[in-house]
């Protein structure tokens, strides 16, 4: 498989403070682990983390070369970010074997304007934005896209319903809903008779 090759420096795991320096000398602390070997402690540089992190690129395939030693392939595994900042603040990455699946988080990507809500009148609401999948290296999308112009009104579209690239598998749950077109609810002309006679009992008392 091929590999983007991205710098990283051992370090030793301390208090919040030296995480603070590392940020603030533009390194990111990181881990990096998976089978078959202890978590190393890492930090990479800000400005190289974020080429690999652009968009469509999020499971760019790497060789980490730690201390100037290659031979360390991963994918980026998970990525947190300041809640108010959403500055980059740790980023984990997980060893990875071109023969071996693994699990990851992709965003789903809906495109058009659904016949159901154009000329039906319905509702739509996208309930999920990403799906987990298992593939193996080569074979994981950045994106998962999917053209919804042909839908009509009461559908439900779940996670199992989902073409999938060849050589990926489903890792959410298969009724995971990824979006509905529902149709409005009509406004009632009249009351219910439950409501009618709820109505007519304070008259009826008078």
């Known amino acids: 498989m091929e590999l983007t090759t991205l710098k990283a420096t051992s370090r030793v795991l301390g208090a919040n403070r030296e995480n603070a320096r590392l940020r603030k000398a533009g390194q990111i602390p990181a881990v990096y682990y998976g089978k078959g070997i202890e978590a190393q402690n890492l930090s990479v540089a800000d400005t190289d983390l974020r080429k690999v992190l652009a968009p469509g690129k999020r499971y760019t395939l790497l060789d980490l070369e730690i201390d100037g030693k290659a031979g360390n392939p991963a994918i980026v595994y998970n990525v947190q970010k ?12 997980i060893k990875i074997a071109e023969d071996e699946f693994v699990k990851v988080r992709i965003p789903v990507k809906l495109s ?16 999920a934005r990403y799906l987990v999948l298992a593939a193996k290296p080569a074979c994981i999308p950045a994106v ?9 009104t009461n559908v439900t579209f779940y996670a199992k319903d989902f073409k999938l690239p060849e050589g990926v598998q489903l890792a959410s749950v298969p009724r995971t809903v990824i979006f509905s077109i529902s149709s409005k609810s009509k406004k009632k002309d009249a009351a219910s008779p439950a409501e009618a006679a709820a109505a007519a009992a304070p008259a009826a008392a008078q």
Not at 112 to 127: D, N
């Open 144 to 152: 998962l896209d999917m053209d919804i112009s042909n839908f009509e």
């Open 82 to 93: 300041d809640a108010i900042t959403q500055k980059i603040i740790h980023v984990d990455f």
């Open 112 to 127: 058009g304007l659904p016949i159901g809500v154009k000329t039906q009148g319905g509702v739509f609401a996208q309930e």
